[in-house]
């Protein structure tokens, strides 16, 4: 199912539950969006967790997190002669089990979140002559809005690692203002918060030596320390991916979880900001290619 009349629009919605979809936007589309038809899509809830004193009036803040949001979406169906069949099809797209995703449209700016149905979908008519309401809630157990591009730095060595320069590759979705300086990759966050990576490193010989052995790769953020070391070794060919995704932080080898990592590493993400990433090994005979895609994430849309 997929109805996109609204191209030209300045603003719109697109929910997704699988391989189908629907654009909600304004009164030239077949699902036209009402006034104040979206809620729960600026920003968000702030819980604040407290703990009270044992024997002293009031309490004491632990921290403030911010909770999974719900957010409600109300539009028609601006249609007569097709109303029916677009019910019935509305009715078969909305699964109470699958994942969704909302992406919401304002000019040139596109943020995406994941969802669920949070409630029952309502679709009302007050007379024949009415066109169908329909009340759909949704529920993001990730408050966050992701950018809907996906950014890419990839960086090659020209020699040894810890000896030379990388060098950044010239190529399609490569971010805007990170550079390579010797072993350091510099990243901008421009987002409203930190944002988890992916890091794949790719291990390859000299041209000089032809041998290669990386061992004990580590990825340092040079602001505050943290790193992130893997007890293993690459050989020509070897694949190592680093994961700080929230929800789906892992470390793979050749497409294999591999848990080998030091007691004081931390899956540390992208700050807001400038985050400067030292690229590293504690013995190498060969080089590497390391590529690290992210996305930034927003309180709302």
Do not use: W
């Not at 699988?18 to 920003?43: Q, R």
């Not at 997190?65 to 069949?85: C, H, K, N, W």
């Not at 390859?204 to 052995?213: A, K």
């Amino acid at each position: 199912m997929a109805y996109n009349d609204s191209a030209a629009s300045p603003f719109s919605l697109t929910l997704s539950f699988g391989d189908s979809s629907i654009v909600i936007g304004d009164s030239g589309t077949p699902f036209c969006l009402l006034s104040s038809g979206i809620e729960g899509a600026e920003a968000p809830e702030a819980m604040p967790i407290c703990s009270d004193y044992a024997q002293l009036d009031g309490s004491y803040l632990v921290s403030n997190r911010i909770p999974g949001r719900e957010i409600v979406l109300l539009f028609e169906i601006a249609q007569y002669t097709d109303r029916e069949t677009l019910r019935l099809a509305l009715m078969s797209f909305f699964d109470p089990k699958a994942f969704g995703t909302l992406t919401v449209r304002r000019g040139d700016r596109v943020r995406s979140i994941g969802c669920v149905l949070g409630g029952q979908v309502t679709m009302t008519q007050p007379t024949l002559y009415d066109y169908i309401r329909v009340r759909v809630p949704l529920f993001c157990a990730d408050p966050f809005f992701y950018a809907d591009e996906e950014k890419n730095v990839l960086a090659r060595e020209a020699e040894h690692l810890l000896s030379f320069p990388l060098t950044v590759t010239a190529d399609a979705g490569v971010t805007a203002g990170a550079i390579a300086v010797g072993d350091t990759l510099i990243v901008e966050n421009g987002g409203d918060t930190a944002t988890g990576f992916l890091l794949t490193l790719t291990a390859y010989p000299s041209e000089n030596e032809g041998i290669c052995e990386i061992v004990h790769p580590v990825i340092t953020r040079e602001e505050d320390g943290s790193c992130i070391r893997v007890l293993t070794t690459l050989a020509a060919g070897d694949v190592l991916s680093i994961s700080t995704l929230n929800g789906n932080k892992y470390i793979k080898k050749n497409g294999e979880v591999c848990l080998l990592f030091d007691c004081d590493s931390t899956f540390f993400p992208l700050n807001k900001g400038t985050n400067t990433l030292k690229i590293s090994a504690e013995h190498t005979t060969g080089m590497m290619e390391s590529q690290l895609s992210y996305r930034m994430k927003y309180y709302g849309a």
